[in-house]
């Protein structure tokens, strides 16, 4: 019974985690740009993928890991330069278009470039699983849990102590006002393509040895990132994580309670309800619109 | 209505009767048939998304529901298509109406979010529930007959789509013109305008939410029926994706640029079929480049260019 209950919730928190990511990857970009990028979701396919990649040609693990979330942040470097900068002011509905348009462009790219198969990559550090009171624990779980929270951490650190994490927040805040005190909004911009891509990276090589990977993981685990950005209250980074770790929690206690076969709906029934009866999420701030 | 609009309801006439008659052959019918269809439900999504400035992202849930009622309930309870279709329809407003009440008290987008959740729990059910849906397999629907006459050969059905989609194109026009169309239009120019002489704006994007869905329904059904077999496919996320791409490629508020939308992007699979493997590439770099160099959709584009009204 506990034992059961426990094995949900390790795998609640593993997955969540990499939702948390995914989450946190939404807001940088929300905040810098009112952007809801839906194009979220392939960065972490992108991670998975090229580190399977790099991998299985030779690097060592810690090199093909680094590659693997360099390139994906190059890719959302791009996005924000070809075609988010552009059209900016641009309207919400054509900006989720384009983003959904650069999805589609890098989950074909990736069905072309590696094939349409799935993929594993070996845990870091063997398969030897822990037994905590009758339940399993992976190694890799606890991996993803303290990397996940060492680049939380660091994010932290680097919003409330360096100059362009405070510009990146004065931007959030008020663009105008940032601009008008010398903050380079386009730098921000750019910044938080560039976090926002390998924060999502980094979660789908984290989460790759556990789920294996494929060209279309990106679309659900996504998808799952933007519930739990919306959880959390959209636009709030504590929220973000938080609302990834519950996710991924009710998901998995879901699952094993309820119904295995919709176990990829219940986040979307999140979603209705959360809209429905708390429409700021857990930490959203309440906004008034100026006319 | 005005004249242009008119003339332009009078060339999609001609178009429509001419076409037939000029295809080689069966194959182009069929395509003929899609790129109508398809019209009619991008009519109803772009009264919501160009007029109401609200996107769905789960558009295809609600052709899911139209299209599984017409292959479901005949199939399992013996109800008559007719009366099945309506039923979806039916279905299908209520659903849109019971998740968009909540919404849409809120400001901001947040239709998008919740009709991407619902199409998504749409579409792992029909996944799902195999004994009644056959699951991610389909199932067969049974044809469509009204007093013992059958719809079955391509001609017949090019017909019925040809007059759905006549019919759309002068409805649409007319409820632009209509009070109902100035309070929408009033209410993409400004909400807090719109509010200030008058209009519930909560309401009226309710009821244009609540008909698109309706629409949609329909046209699954019709869709089903024409096919004669469905796939959870109909009602997954890519699909509501297309939909929508249709609405903004053609134009935004544009109801010409609806049908160039469903035209263009029903047909681009055809065309894309000499890049095999690369469809998905081409089609999101596509979409890209169109909201990048022509915000404003193909039609109001051109329309500018030319300096007529569309």
């Known amino acids: 019974m506990l034992a059961q209950f426990l094995q949900f919730l390790f795998s609640g928190v593993t997955v969540g985690a990499t939702y948390a990511l995914a989450a946190l990857g939404f807001t940088l970009i929300y905040n810098a740009s009112n952007v809801i990028n839906f194009a979220q979701g392939e960065f972490i396919m992108l991670g998975g993928m090229l580190a399977v990649f790099f991998a299985q040609s030779g690097l060592p693990l810690p090199a093909a890991m680094l590659l693997a979330i360099l390139i994906p942040a190059g890719v959302g470097v791009l996005i924000e330069k070809l075609a988010i900068e552009p059209v900016k002011g641009a309207e919400t509905v054509s900006l989720i278009i384009i983003t959904i348009g650069a999805s589609l462009v890098i989950r074909g790219l990736a069905a072309v470039g590696f094939g349409k198969g799935t993929f594993s990559l070996p845990a870091f550090s063997g398969d030897t699983p822990i037994d905590v009171l009758g339940a399993t624990l992976m190694p890799q779980s606890l991996w993803v849990l303290g990397v996940t929270a060492a680049a939380v951490g660091a994010l932290w650190y680097f919003f409330n102590y360096s100059l362009a994490g405070k510009a990146m927040l004065a931007t959030a805040c008020n663009r105008t006002a940032a601009q008008l005190v010398g903050i380079d909004t386009n730098g921000v911009l750019f910044l938080s393509f560039a976090l926002s891509a390998g924060m999502g990276a980094l979660g789908g090589i984290l989460i790759a040895p556990l789920t294996l990977t494929a060209y279309d993981v990106g679309v659900m685990l996504g998808l799952k990132g933007f519930v739990a950005a919306v959880l959390g209250g959209l636009g709030n980074g504590l929220g973000a994580v938080v609302g990834g770790l519950l996710v991924g929690l009710i998901e998995a206690l879901g699952a094993g309670y309820i119904s295995s076969a919709y176990k990829d709906a219940i986040p979307f029934v999140l979603i209705l309800l959360i809209l429905f009866f708390m429409p700021r999420g857990l930490f959203g701030a309440r906004l008034t619109e100026r006319v | ?310």
């Open chain 2, 1 to 310: 209505m005005r004249t242009s609009a008119y003339f332009g309801l009078l060339i999609v006439i001609a178009i429509l009767a001419l076409l037939p008659f000029v295809l080689p052959n069966s194959f182009y019918l069929d395509l003929a048939i899609r790129m109508a269809i398809n019209a009619v439900i991008v009519l109803g999504l772009n009264l919501l998304i160009g007029f109401a400035g609200q996107i769905s992202l789960g558009h295809a849930g609600f052709l899911g529901i139209g299209a599984y009622a017409s292959a479901v309930l005949p199939t399992h309870f013996g109800l008559h298509p007719l009366l099945a279709m309506g039923a979806g329809a039916a279905l299908a407003g209520l659903l849109a109406a019971l998740v968009a009440r909540p919404i849409f008290r809120l400001k901001g987008n947040y239709l998008a979010m919740a009709t991407l959740g619902l199409g998504i729990i749409l579409n792992i059910a029909l996944r799902n529930e195999a004994a009644w849906t056959g699951g991610p397999d389909g199932m067969p629907v049974p044809a469509f007959g009204l007093a013992g006459f059958e719809l079955s050969s391509d001609r017949q059905w090019y017909w019925v789509a040809a007059a759905l989609l006549t019919v759309s194109v002068w409805a649409s026009l007319n409820l632009i013109d209509s009070p109902f169309g100035r309070a929408l239009r009033a209410l993409h120019g400004s909400e807090v305008a719109a509010r200030v002489v008058g209009v519930d704006v909560a309401r009226y994007k309710l009821a244009i939410f609540v008909m698109s869905a309706v629409f949609a329904s329909l046209m699954g059904s019709v869709t089903a029926h024409y096919v004669g077999f469905v796939t959870p496919g109909v009602a997954d996320f890519f699909h509501s994706i297309e939909l929508v791409t249709m609405v903004v490629i053609g134009g935004m508020a544009s109801v010409y640029g609806s049908l160039v939308g469903a035209v263009l992007l029903t047909a681009l699979p055809q065309a894309l079929t000499a890049f095999e493997g690369w469809e998905t590439v081409v089609f999101g770099a596509i979409l890209m480049l169109c909201m990048i160099f022509l915000p404003r959709g193909l039609v109001p584009t051109l329309a500018a260019r030319f300096g007529r009204a569309a």
